[in-house]
């Protein structure tokens, strides 16, 4: 098996160890159903629709209704629950309805029934219910502003969950005195409950204060939506409620269960890495930063493995779990793992024996059908002589139509789970 392949079998046997159906078996077993009650299913996220299918195999005919918003092309075969697809990472109109139809369900439960509620990562921009006078669109213009700046997920959500009628724990104010049953697929660092998918039956640590902090960051005040400005800074005034915080007693009938996060994907990496004969190294479960400077350190790290002066003797295999970020400059197509991956081509060109794969276990990376990529000391070489200029297409922020052309895109389809993304480098053995 070449170090290519290696390379891809220990991501795959890491994606089938984020299959979702036993985690919610295994979840379900825990919640408390009640003899009078109806149970209601809401949720939203890319691998909720997985999860809903999971919960009427448990289930059956005890659920009386339901409403899961997917990402498009990420389905699952339901019966009781309606699935409904909608725009991811940018979020449309049919969210928005979507989310208000949740919204509506969560209101009419009544005291002995459970809203069992299935989030998983996405599930923020699928479900936007701006509050008015904010639009959709005005939500649209600032997740694409936030994105582009290069905010983390944790910021995003934080600016996102002071303009919803959802986020933020709203969910779970709307359902009192219903009882609240969270399943959560984290694909957040950490696994922070307000954070994940915006957190809508977690309480909110974040303030308004904080959200006009993290357009203040970025430089982003003056080209903000006049409306969601205007919400914040009310906020910040104390004119508008704040979001639900710690302590407030809606929390009291809400249980949030962390069903999975990104331990399994790294963990069951380790293990295929280890069966592949390759010792593996775990860097960390909470890689961040801007994609391109964390590739050219672990690239740095695999070639000390690689001479003798590493962590860890060849054959080895590096292992990061996490989300890295990329600050748009550009005008071209890429995702935070193929910007990776081609900023590790360039640290990477003239090494023998080390190949790099970093891709996401929801199967999307960025507005592309690619998962991520893969590449090699060879990898820029080629791309020249392909006609292409591998550090031109860097700068523009143009991953995807190189390892397109090369024919070393990472290609899994919608996957139906999401535990953040898998950073791999492979190293030969001596004279491998």
Avoid at 5 to 13: G, L, P, W, Y
Avoid at 168 to 185: C, S
Avoid at 230 to 250: A, N, Q
Avoid at 367 to 373: L, N, S, V
């Amino acid at each position: 098996m070449s170090l290519r392949q290696a390379a891809r079998a220990v991501f795959d046997a890491a994606l089938r160890a984020a299959d979702v159906r036993p985690l919610v078996h295994r979840a379900l077993a825990e919640v408390r159903l009640s003899a009078r009650g109806r149970v209601v299913v809401v949720g939203a996220g890319k691998a909720s629709g997985a999860m809903a299918a999971a919960v009427e195999d448990g289930l059956g005919d005890r659920i009386a209704e339901g409403l899961v918003v997917v990402k498009d092309g990420y389905r699952a075969e339901t019966h009781r629950i309606s699935l409904v697809e909608a725009g991811h990472p940018v979020p449309d109109a049919r969210g928005e309805a979507a989310a208000r139809r949740i919204r509506a369900l969560a209101e009419v439960a009544g005291a002995d029934d459970l809203l069992l509620v299935l989030v998983s990562g996405g599930g923020s921009a699928l479900t936007p219910a701006p509050i008015p006078p904010i639009t959709l669109e005005d939500k649209r213009t600032m997740t694409r502003l936030l994105l582009a700046a290069g905010a983390n997920i944790n910021q995003l959500n934080a600016v996102r969950k002071h303009c919803s009628l959802l986020k933020g724990g709203q969910l779970a104010r709307a359902a009192a005195p219903a009882r609240v049953h969270a399943l959560l697929l984290s694909d957040v660092i950490g696994d922070p409950l307000d954070v994940i998918a915006s957190g809508p039956t977690a309480p909110d640590a974040s303030t308004f204060a904080d959200a006009l902090a993290i357009l203040e960051r970025f430089d982003l005040r003056s080209r903000a939506p006049d409306s969601v400005v205007d919400r914040l800074e009310r906020g910040r005034r104390g004119e508008i409620p704040e979001t639900p915080k710690p302590g407030d007693p809606v929390f009291r009938a809400v249980t949030n269960t962390v069903i999975g996060n990104n331990r399994l994907v790294v963990e069951a990496a380790a293990a295929r890495a280890r069966a592949l004969g390759y010792m593996p190294h775990l860097l960390t479960r909470a890689l961040e930063g801007e994609a391109r400077e964390v590739a050219g350190t672990l690239a740095e790290l695999a070639r000390q493995i690689r001479d003798g002066r590493g962590p860890v003797a060849p054959p080895a295999c590096v292992i990061a779990g996490g989300e890295t970020t990329v600050t748009v400059r550009g005008r071209g197509v890429g995702g935070r793992c193929q910007e990776f991956t081609l900023a590790a081509a360039l640290a990477l060109e003239g090494t023998d024996g080390v190949v790099a794969l970093a891709a996401g276990t929801d199967g999307t990376d960025g507005p592309t059908e690619a998962a991520g990529a893969v590449a090699d000391g060879e990898t820029a070489r080629r791309a020249r002589q392909h006609g292409d200029d591998p550090r031109r297409r860097l700068d523009d922020n143009d991953s995807n139509p190189v390892f397109a052309d090369l024919g070393d895109l990472v290609i899994t389809g919608p996957t139906n789970t999401n535990l953040l993304d898998l950073y791999l480098l492979l190293v030969a053995p001596p004279g491998g």
